[in-house]
């Protein structure tokens, strides 16, 4: 898969940055807005905040699964 279109988040328990979500699933929260949770391929579960256009171009870019 390219790592150009994935999603990238910070991984909180190994302090790196621009780490690539795997197996990303976006929601929509009570509020309105998108987030992306999933796993950085180490088993360390992490999750992102996204604006509506990079959310909804990730799911047409077959990068991350809707569940909204």
Known sequence: ???SKMIKAYCL???E???PLQD???TKTA???YMASGHDGKG???A???GE???LQAIKDGVAKQNF
């Open 1 to 3: 898969m390219d790592t």
């Open 13 to 15: 328990k190994t302090k």
């Open 17 to 19: 940055k621009n780490v």
């Open 24 to 26: 990303a699933v976006i």
């Open 31 to 33: 509020r309105g807005g």
């Open 44 to 46: 360390n579960k992490m």
């Open 48 to 50: 992102a905040i996204l």
């Open 53 to 55: 256009a990079k959310a």
